[in-house]
């Protein structure tokens, strides 16, 4: 076996000074990785918000299904993982046909709202145009009913 040399790190001349290092100094070699993580987002928990779906008509086929309505968690992008369920606030209300469809849609949940629901409301906010003018058109854009627009 032929022995181990080790030869001595010169100095790439780069400032590290102002990198996050961990505690206890660099080690040659390693990354903090603390550093490049992306923070938990925050998942609310609400069973009262989730129990209001009940008697309720579902977003997508419009049926009263007498409180078989359930609330589908939403896993879109950074809202969930392997193992975790989506944020209480990131559902829609959904019978159980609507909401086996939706769960088991193998283009994901995204392509299957944006069918089934985004594509009718959009419809349906052209056909209330149709019939009433911007004004309708003013009071079934979703944008403008947010809280934060309120004037």
């Given amino acids: ?18 990198l996050p290092f961990p505690k206890g100094g660099r ?3 390693r990354i903090d990785k603390s550093a490049l993580a992306f923070g938990e987002p925050e998942r609310i928990r609400d069973r009262a918000y989730l129990d209001s779906s009940n008697g309720r008509a579902c977003e997508c086929c419009g049926q009263l299904w007498n409180g078989a309505v359930v609330a589908a968690h939403v896993s879109i992008e950074q809202s969930a993982g392997m193992g975790l369920k989506a944020s209480d606030d990131l559902t ?6 609507c909401h086996s469809d939706f769960d088991n849609d193998p283009r994901g949940h995204a392509v299957w709202i944006a069918e089934n629901i985004v594509m009718k409301w959009l419809r349906h906010r052209y056909r209330a145009w149709c019939r009433g003018g ?3 058109r003013r009071t079934l854009n979703a944008r403008a009913a947010m809280p934060e627009n309120d004037r």
């Fill in 27 to 29: 080690k040659p070699g």
């Fill in 134 to 136: 911007e004004r309708a």
């Fill in 92 to 97: 829609l209300d959904l019978c159980h046909t």
């Fill in 1 to 18: 076996m032929l022995p181990r040399t080790t030869a001595k790190r010169q100095s790439s001349g780069i400032d590290t000074s102002a």
